[in-house]
């Protein structure tokens, strides 16, 4: 996740360097896993020229499932299961990267045949679509095209964007007042989205100008929860010693603290505060960890 969030970052830098706002427009694919269709799958592996031994595998690994549902004392009758993959079972990320591949391979080709400068990002069922332009007209514009394409390309492919949580956010250095516009997706079906303060994607908070105020307080605050419920843990007889506690914070509260630090590591980035408020937090765990008042 933290290389996609750089990534976005770098992108939206280098808009700046050319005085170029970025806009993004994040889109869930629904019901993800339970979605995938085996037929198309298959077909997806022969047009790759898979070895026909893996091909085989996977034909007679995806077809002629069966399932039942059981509730307390009732059991119900088995019935086919033709479309959808379990998301704990550990061939479901693999076939659905494999799944996805084509969807994107035609998306960047439509793009590019109808000359929409649009950059695409996309973490397991999280999606993004990013444009750069000086006018948030044209921004509109791109998002607005690209948002189409992929709707239609997606739906081909028997898959469903979940309109709820679909969001627009723009990143400007503009000063004063900042009335970006709305992006109306009616026409298609979705929502029309008013672009917020603040826009959270894959964890990460962010704000139109980049300053990681919001998500520094949003995980130190998390980690200093964190070490003041260390006092739970423990027996009747006696809590967690100081080895014990260290441990515990190296492993489960740094982990929290540092979460997308490297993101704002960018050119002119504005690091005081960030310090500041991991200097106050780690002084917190080490009261905790010593038990010093």
């Not at 170029?20 to 896993?33: N, V």
Request: hydrophobic share 45%; proline share 3%; charged share 15%.
């Amino acid at each position: 996740m933290t290389n996609a969030g750089t990534l976005l970052i770098h992108l939206i830098c280098s808009g700046w360097v050319k005085n170029c706002s970025t806009s993004t427009l994040a889109f869930d694919i629904a019901q993800f896993f339970p979605s995938l269709n085996y037929q198309i799958l298959s077909l997806i592996m022969d047009k790759a020229e898979f070895n026909l031994r893996i091909f085989r595998f996977f034909s007679n690994y995806l077809v002629g499932r069966k399932t039942k549902y059981l509730w307390n004392n009732f059991s119900s009758l088995f019935f086919d299961v033709n479309v959808g993959m379990g998301q704990g079972l550990a061939l479901s990320p693999i076939l659905f990267a494999l799944y996805l591949l084509l969807v994107f391979h035609i998306f960047e080709k439509r793009l590019k045949n109808l000359k929409i400068p649009v950059s695409f990002i996309s973490f397991v069922n999280d999606n993004l679509l990013i444009s750069q332009n000086k006018s948030f007209k044209i921004l509109n514009a791109n998002l607005f095209c690209s948002y189409h394409v992929i709707y239609c390309l997606l739906d081909h492919f028997e898959l469903v964007i979940e309109q709820g949580k679909t969001s627009v956010f723009y990143f400007s250095r503009a000063q004063g007042a900042f009335n970006p516009p709305s992006l109306d997706l009616s026409i298609l079906g979705g929502p029309i989205l008013h672009p917020k303060e603040m826009w959270q994607y894959l964890g990460f908070i962010f704000n139109r100008k980049l300053f990681s105020h919001q998500h520094i307080n949003f995980y130190m605050n998390k980690a200093i929860s964190t070490v003041k419920s260390m006092k739970m843990l423990g027996n009747s007889s006696r809590g967690l010693i100081s080895t014990q506690k260290h441990l515990l914070y190296k492993t489960c509260i740094l982990p929290i603290a540092l979460y997308s630090f490297p993101l704002w590591y960018y050119n002119n980035a504005l690091l005081l505060y960030l310090f500041k408020v991991f200097k106050h937090m780690q002084r917190r765990a080490t009261l905790g960890i010593i038990g010093v008042f």
